[in-house]
């Protein structure tokens, strides 16, 4: 079968692999691919017996690489192939002169947007697809999520939330481009984190808002990703309805599209919306409580006072 090679040298491995399951994700046949018995394991190291199946070949160009002898000479070998050969510029200024004439694509800008322009470039050079029978929102072509998967965890009195954001930055870029979004969310810097990847929140939103309880959101690399965990008592919790979780839900995707888009231009209006469905929530379930209280009350009182009357 048909399948698009990426060759890169194992220092780049991780990027490669979060590459390849972006790929992945959007219907592209690609090698080397995940072990689905170990898929935390990583893509395994660019093997050249890949290439003679291969019709596109997605050369990884990176300081690493133009430093690995294997690597550019895995290189020269597709480069004579006579197959469709594309070029990741990965933190590079620009390609290597043995490149000259390749088509590239400048992972330098945000992540998702240049695989997406990597996806384009593929499907319209005819590149192998495979049918998709699940495909998660947060992977369609053009499309950035408005809401995240999470995994809840209590530990203790504490609860955290996790979210994974498929992209690849490093704790250096993420310093730069965290504060906007830090402070449009309403989060202060967090006593005690010199990284300024965490923040802590809370009080200044309405009642019943989720994001009015106290409690932090910390950001960082992980595993070829990006990690997002906000972290609370269970007391800020104990009165949250399905509606309130989710307006986290929708503010990890807000994060996961500033991240990758570098703008927050309309990111927090699927929030906003989410969150006064919260607060309404809230407030019908406060009023219906009342009005039981009330209803028990006088049904008490007539109660009693017929009793007296006989």
């Not at 072990?35 to 690493?64: C, I, N």
């Not at 800020?236 to 927050?264: G, I, M, N, Q």
């Not at 209006?269 to 469905?277: F, G, L, M, S």
């Amino acid at each position: 079968m048909s399948h698009i090679f990426v060759v890169f040298c194992p220092q780049d491995a991780p990027f490669a692999t979060q590459l390849i399951v972006q790929l992945q994700q959007r219907g592209l046949v690609v090698e080397p691919a995940l072990d689905p018995a170990d898929p935390q394991a990583g893509v395994p190291f660019a093997d050249g017996a890949l290439l003679d199946g291969a019709t596109h070949v997605v050369l990884l160009a990176s300081p690493a690489a133009l430093n690995a002898p294997d690597t550019l000479a895995l290189w020269e070998r597709t480069l004579r192939s006579g197959k469709t050969i594309l070029a990741i510029q990965h933190q590079l200024a620009e390609l290597p002169p043995a490149l000259e004439g390749v088509p590239p694509v400048d992972f330098r800008q945000p992540f998702l947007l240049a695989v997406e322009e990597l996806v384009r470039q593929l499907k319209s050079s005819g590149a192998p697809t495979r049918p998709l029978t699940y495909e998660h929102p947060m992977f369609k072509p053009d499309l950035l999520p408005t809401s995240l998967p999470a995994e809840r965890c209590w530990r203790d009195d504490r609860l955290r939330i996790h979210y994974v954001l498929p992209m690849v930055l490093d704790e250096s870029e993420l310093r730069a481009l965290l504060p906007p979004f830090f402070a449009a969310a309403g989060f202060a810097p967090r006593p005690g984190d010199p990284t300024g990847l965490s923040g802590q929140r809370g009080g200044r939103f309405p009642w019943f808002d989720p994001r009015r309880a106290r409690h932090s959101l910390t950001v960082m690399p992980h595993e070829g990703a990006i990690l997002a965990r906000y972290q609370m008592t269970r007391m800020e919790v104990v009165y949250w309805f399905p509606a309130h979780y989710h307006t986290l839900d929708r503010e990890a995707a807000a994060l996961f599209r500033y991240l990758a888009t570098e703008s927050l231009e309309n990111v927090f209006k699927p929030v906003n919306v989410q969150a006064r469905i919260a607060r309404m929530l809230s407030w019908l379930t406060v009023v219906l409580v009342v009005l039981i209280a009330l209803t028990l009350g006088y049904l008490v009182l007539w109660q009693v006072a017929g009793v007296r009357l006989f």
